[in-house]
Nanobody, 127 residues
Framework: QLQLEESGGGLVQPGGSLRLSCAASGMTLAAYAIGWFRQAPGKEREGVSCISSSARSTNYADSVKGRFTISRDRAASTVYLQMNSLKPEDTGVYYC????????????????????WGQGTQVTVSS
């Protein structure tokens, strides 16, 4: 029943910023950990970041650590990914997905276990 929709992608110059949104419909996101993933042309989908249901825990891929920040707004049932200092290698389709967890303070960037994938939003970093 949970449906997710990504938005906020677009074309940005290297060094620029974007904020992606992952909005839920049908159900609240309160019980779910949320992950952000991306897929570049010719590459497999990879984990970018995740946030636990309580927001007490977050994880980031080494490639984005220090540049990206994940957060969630419970009232709006939305998870955000603030992307700063963007690089061409950040280009790809960005997806969000949900995962039920037994701990509200845990999340993973592994694709295993995630469901309710959104349609994705294109991020292109180019001059």
């Amino acid at each position: 029943q949970l449906q997710l929709e990504e938005s906020g992608g677009g074309l940005v110059q290297p060094g620029g910023s974007l904020r992606l949104s992952c909005a839920a419909s049908g159900m609240t996101l309160a019980a779910y950990a949320i992950g952000w993933f991306r897929q570049a042309p010719g590459k497999e989908r990879e984990g970018v970041s995740c946030i636990s249901s309580s927001a007490r825990s977050t994880n980031y891929a080494d490639s984005v650590k220090g540049r990206f920040t994940i957060s969630r707004d419970r009232a709006a049932s939305t998870v955000y990914l603030q992307m700063n200092s963007l690089k061409p290698e950040d280009t790809g389709v960005y997806y969000c997905a949900a995962q039920l967890t037994i701990s509200s303070s845990w999340c993973t960037t592994s694709l295993v276990g995630f469901r309710s994938w959104g349609q994705g939003t294109q991020v292109t970093v180019s001059s």
